[in-house]
């Protein structure tokens, strides 16, 4: 059985082309539009990868495709294969 604490891991996703065509458009409503698409691209990742109750986003980050969430090891893990995808790094503070 893996470990119960839960440390701050950063998930960044595969290619979306719909990603590409928000980032484009530089006005206020696409702006809106890119945060409001990856928030809920992001929550669903999560609600069907991981148990509710059992993670807590942090933030989307919008300059690339990913999310910062506060997961265990395990969990880091399950993400790691899901799809879409492409790298998940537990946060690393530097000295």
Not at 34 to 55: F, I, P, V
């Amino acid at each position: 059985m893996g470990s119960t604490k839960t440390e701050l891991y950063f998930v960044f996703m595969n290619y979306d082309p719909e990603y590409q065509r928000l980032r484009a458009d530089r006005t206020k409503k696409g702006a809106y539009e890119l945060d409001l698409y990856l928030s809920r691209k992001h929550d669903e990742l999560l609600a069907s990868t991981l148990l509710a109750g059992t993670y807590k986003k942090t933030l989307s980050l919008v300059i690339v495709d990913g999310f910062a969430v506060e997961i265990t090891e395990a969990q880091a893990n399950v993400l790691r294969s899901a799809n879409g995808v492409r790298v998940v790094e537990k946060n690393q503070e530097l000295a």
